[in-house]
């Protein structure tokens, strides 16, 4: 029963292999991180190794920087420090210790070569260094191929292996140079140089393989960033891994993420190729064929029309016959359509004769005249009556005809008309104006206050 017991419980794990399954974790879980902390028990052992920690107000965690990675970092790191690492986070697995495996190490904040990496890249930025309008195209098809990087270096193997995948009838020529340290930037500038001296390749491929920011600073330098972009040969930047960014990433015509991608980028692909020849060789075949066949159903058509020469002739004479039949019904009809206008014409002419208008217009004179004659007539008879009437009119209204009523108009010595008594006074001279002939008298006496007789004769 003991023995059952015990074979039923799960499989305890040694601690060796729970300490292999959770480094196994934790480095599949963190690729790489960045971390920011105070320094702490920093030691440098005789290896060349550093050992210490990083921790802030809660937490530590414990660090390795194995010699290879550290000799670049200057000034030394003291204790207290406040740093930036980038690592790989693992288990050390002898006593189980939580450890990050640092790459690098920066002062905390903005580094120096970050501080230089951003002020370059504002100075060149501004003065229009990475305007896309001054980028040159890729040629798609390249002729010969120039690669500016470290003989012995990853980068020119990538390289190589990937043209000689893609299309190895393209000639490629290495400027070595190094690609590392202070001596490279110079070097870099003169290789680029001498590719356009050259005159032989129509793409360039600068860059290297992956490191930290104190490897890749060659590719920060001013001289190669302004280099790169004087440069008249289109340009790859390739420098790094796919994270890393350099200053001649932004200046280069085109950035490729690693050197094995500018290759990809800058080389046809000649499986592609191919596939592309065997797909237009097929094409122009199948053209080739439907082009061949409708030539010959057009050959067949145009036999199948082909006729006797004389069906031909026969056909074209009665043709003939038949238009010479028409052209002789068609002048008749213009013949006839001619002499229907001339007639009319005729008629209109006659119409329009002078004589016929002068014979018109001396009859409507002659109306006219009638008419004007029986008009003057009336209207002088309307003007008698009405010169009659208005002379009975003026008749009633003439002083004469009341003078002739016994009426006369007395004036006095001035020639003025008297109207009243008190306009004379006794002894004046006036005259009287009657029907016929005048008097002339002298005033005896004024009586103003006498009135006109009821009855005019007495």
Known sequence: MNNLFQDARPRALSVSELNHQARHLLESSFMQVWVEGELSGFSRPSSGHWYFSLKDQKCQVRCAMFRGQNQRIRPLPKEGDQVRIRGKVTLYENRGDFQIIVEHMEPAGLGALQQAFEELKRKLQAEGLFEAGRKKPIPSMPTHIGVITSPTGAAIHDILTVLERRCPAIPITLYPTTVQGKPATAEIVCAIEAAQAHGLADVLIVGRGGGSLEDLWCFNEEAVARAIGACTIPTVSAVGHETDVTIADFVADLRAPTPSAAAEKVSPDQNEMLR????????????????????????????ARLRDPRRELLDKAQRLDELEVRLGKAIAQSLDRSQVRSAHLAQRLAMQSPGTQLTNSREVLDRSALQLEKAIQQALARFNDKLGHTASTLNLVSPLAT????????RDQRNN????ATDVTTGDQISAHLANGSLTAEIKSVNPNSTWPKNPTD
């Open 276 to 303: 592309q020849v065997n797909d237009r060789d097929h094409r122009l075949a199948n053209s080739a064929r439907r082009v061949l066949q409708r030539l010959n159903t057009k050959l067949e058509h145009l036999r």
């Open 403 to 410: 003078l002739g009523r016994g009426y006369a108009i007395v």
């Open 417 to 420: 008309i008297v109207r009243n």
